[in-house]
């Protein structure tokens, strides 16, 4: 599993500092994403600027890199942001319930417009969990950002729902 952390300058010395106290520990492949690069931590700067409202190009930044040689060939990946309070431990042991050679996509379930044609995303505020399959077939189809603040998880959402790629809500995510 690989854990990708999303924070932003304004918060390496009030939000990082709790993970790295509580639940990094139970990482074995972690990263932290900024707007910043500081050794310290380390935060790693994909390139991407900091947005006040969506994260859409962060993430995708982060999907490309879970693929790339630079981090460990793993089944799952895990994004969440640097307030999320995740249980690592209890994490693995609800992925053994699934298959990471077909497209897993879970979080906690939200929908927009379904009752128009619309579609269901995961939160990001409570976490996403990808197998590398969903990951890969997602950046396979093209679908991109139509900018870097655009809102991820709804663009995932929309992404995944034209893939035919079904999102699996669980009630231990929450935002």
């Known amino acids: 599993m690989f854990v990708a952390v999303k924070t932003c300058r304004k918060f390496h010395s009030e939000r990082?500092?709790?993970?790295?106290?509580?639940?990094?520990?139970?990482?074995?492949?972690?990263?932290?994403?900024?707007?910043?690069?500081?050794?310290?931590?380390?935060?790693?700067?994909?390139?991407?600027?900091?947005?006040?409202?969506?994260?859409?190009g962060k993430t995708f930044a982060i999907l490309q890199r879970f693929?790339?040689?630079?981090?460990?060939?793993?089944?799952w990946l895990v994004i969440?942001?640097?307030?999320?309070?995740i249980s690592l431990p209890r994490l693995r042991v609800l992925l053994s319930c699934y298959d990471p050679s077909v497209p897993v996509c879970l979080g906690e379930r939200y929908?927009?417009?379904l009752?128009?044609?619309g579609y269901s995303y995961?939160?990001?505020?409570?976490?996403?969990?990808?197998?590398?399959?969903?990951v890969v077939r997602l950046l396979n189809s093209g679908c991109k950002c139509y900018s870097n603040d655009a809102p991820?998880?709804?663009?995932?959402?929309?992404?995944?729902?034209?893939?035919?790629?079904?999102?699996?809500?669980?009630?231990l995510f929450h935002q």
């Open 115 to 117: 009752s128009q044609g």
């Open 16 to 56: 990082v500092p709790v993970i790295k106290k509580t639940w990094e520990k139970d990482a074995l492949f972690l990263e932290y994403y900024s707007d910043y690069a500081e050794p310290s931590i380390p935060t790693i700067n994909l390139g991407v600027p900091n947005t006040e409202r969506g994260h859409c």
């Open 67 to 75: 693929l790339s040689s630079a981090v460990p060939n793993t089944k």
């Open 111 to 113: 929908g927009y417009g």
């Open 122 to 134: 995961i939160t990001g505020g409570g976490g996403m969990v990808f197998s590398r399959e969903a």
């Open 152 to 171: 991820d998880d709804m663009v995932l959402g929309m992404c995944l729902n034209a893939l035919g790629l079904p999102i699996t809500h669980s009630p």
């Open 80 to 85: 969440v942001d640097d307030d999320t309070l």
